[in-house]
């Protein structure tokens, strides 16, 4: 397998953690039983192999494989890089649109969609299916799929159940303690990152903001609010008929608002933090329904 290939990644990530979590030097297992711990083939794990011995940190020779040292932090793989193109499908789809300026009543053919994004005819028929629910798309009689308008009353509509579904998790994961509270707060160095060259990196905050609300979101291990949110995310971060003529602007504040939930979460501040929580979720329907062009 290449390695440039997500999946191979994905395995080498895992290696890593496996080397790092036992003793050294020590032997590995056999590759049918590395195939099973990293989730990937036997010629993977003879790609993986391969790597780790180039970087030193095992020797490999025939059967045996001795681990030699600890793998450092800057020896993983990034986690957008393990990512799989199928993964990532419902971004890549939505970028997609707002790239092309895609307007209500364009035809979308599943085999072209395929070709675009290199994942097979049947990857994007499951997505289709599943965004077609919220009826911004409509399977037509002859096989192919037509974008439709996004209506305010949609907005309106879709922002009230965000706003149910948000606060129920974040309400859990505030009464979670603090040691639940540390992923969110790890986020900081992203937001400040964007924060320090704002006017330039503006445009990199739909994504942390993305990241930033599935920290409770996924806590919260309810299905159906996770299945939700993936569109909402969807929805409000690529959506094709997004006006960005103030964009730097709401995004600022957007982060602004990301960083007093943090330092409230870290002082273990719950009061503040929801405050700060229920500003940006305002501040989030202000922005939908001025920033999106009515039909």
Do not use: C
């Not at 989730?39 to 192999?49: F, M």
């Not at 290199?118 to 499951?126: I, K, N, P, Y």
């Not at 996004?150 to 309106?156: L, P, V």
């Not at 303690?177 to 739909?206: C, K, M």
């Amino acid at each position: 397998m290449s390695r440039s290939s997500s999946t191979y990644k994905d395995g080498y990530n895992r290696a890593l953690d496996m080397i790092t979590e036992g003793d050294v030097p020590r032997e590995l297992p056999t590759e049918v039983t590395l195939a099973e711990e990293w989730t990937v083939s036997r010629t993977t794990v003879r790609s993986i192999l391969n790597s780790l011995q180039d970087a030193g940190i095992i020797a490999w020779s025939g059967r045996t494989k001795t681990v030699l040292r600890r793998p450092r932090k800057i020896e993983y793989f990034p986690a957008d890089e393990t990512e799989s193109v199928a993964d990532k499908l419902p971004s890549v789809f939505m970028e997609h649109i707002f790239a092309g300026e895609l307007t209500p009543g364009t035809t979308l053919r599943e085999t072209e969609l395929a070709k675009t994004f290199g994942v097979s005819s049947t990857a994007v028929r499951e997505f289709l299916i599943r965004f077609s629910r919220f009826g911004l798309i409509e399977k037509m009689p002859n096989r192919h799929w037509v974008l439709h308008g996004f209506t305010r009353e949609f907005a309106e509509e879709l922002f009230a159940v965000r706003e149910m579904f948000e606060r129920t998790a974040f309400t859990a994961f505030l009464t979670a303690g603090p040691d639940a509270h540390q992923s969110a707060i790890a986020l900081r160095g992203e937001h400040e990152a964007i924060l320090a060259n704002i006017t330039q990196h503006y445009v990199l905050f739909p994504r942390l903001d993305e990241k930033f609300h599935r920290v409770w979101i996924d806590a919260f291990g309810n299905r159906f609010i996770r299945d939700f949110f993936d569109l909402i995310s969807l929805i409000f971060h690529y959506h094709y008929r997004w006006n960005k003529q103030d964009e730097l602007e709401r995004n600022h504040r957007a982060v602004l608002q990301h960083l007093a939930m943090i330092d409230a979460l870290e002082a273990g501040d719950k009061d503040a933090a929801e405050t700060s929580m229920n500003v940006h979720l305002s501040h989030a329907r202000e922005t939908l329904l001025a920033s999106a062009r009515w039909d």
